[in-house]
């Protein structure tokens, strides 16, 4: 088996600056992961080699895009680090600290609306400016998808909720796989009604791949669990990984994210 070739470049789908890594150069499969708060935009795409090496031939397929948030936190005291919309991280502390992180669940952080705007153009632009068409095979009507293009949408964190909202609420195809990498429940009227099967049912035909350390110092447990029990029943798939550990990313929700993918790959 002959290893993907990757072509790694700078760019910009719709309003965000990306960082785009190729398997090959006729990619017709996005997978699309966004960065934490704090962190530089290019903060996952150390995560591509794990994943090419997992995908095999397959990776030949995929176009991985990773997004540059939009806030600069550089006057924060973090050159370098980005942000989805502001975070008071004292605030957050407080509420983690006093078990009361629950408040959060119900509100619509400020900014989360902004920039789930941006992720949109971003999504539109990689949808409708790839390579090459998905063979026949890949469509994703074959597992109850809209009928189009395939594509992976996911984050960490606060990227995390940013895919989860745009997933939901956005002028976009729902994703045939949504990644959430230690992320929590915001915005639960919004995203209650959205996914409802009974409401918009957004995630009808999208596999839900989620996981969260049970160390969790900064996003408590607790609230990745409250997320996955609110929706669940209104997703095709809901995966939720638990793991022994903090607010990171392990590597068996990596290899069940790159057998998610081949999957997309491999449709019949």
Known sequence: MNNPKKSFHESSFGELACTVVDGSDQPWLPVI????????????????????AKLGDAAKAVRFVYPVAPGDLADQ???????WWPLNMASLQQLLQ???????????PPGIEAASGQLVSVVQSVLNNMPADPPESAGSSAMGGEAGRPYVL??????????MNTALTGDIPPPDVLVQFSGTLVCGPQWIEAASKSGSG????????QSHGSQDQILPFSSAATLADTLHEDALEWEFRAFQGPHTIEAGTLD?????ILDLTDRK
């Open 33 to 52: 992961l966004c960065h934490g708060y704090g962190a530089p935009g290019d903060d996952l795409v150390g995560l591509t080699d794990y994943l090419i």
């Open 77 to 83: 005291g973090m050159p370098g680090g980005r942000a």
């Open 98 to 108: 006093t078990s009361q992180f629950d408040q959060l669940h119900d509100q619509t």
């Open 154 to 163: 996911g984050g960490f964190s606060q990227g995390a909720m940013v895919t």
């Open 202 to 209: 957004r995630l009808k035909a999208t596999r839900v791949l």
């Open 256 to 260: 069940h994210l790159a057998q998610w």
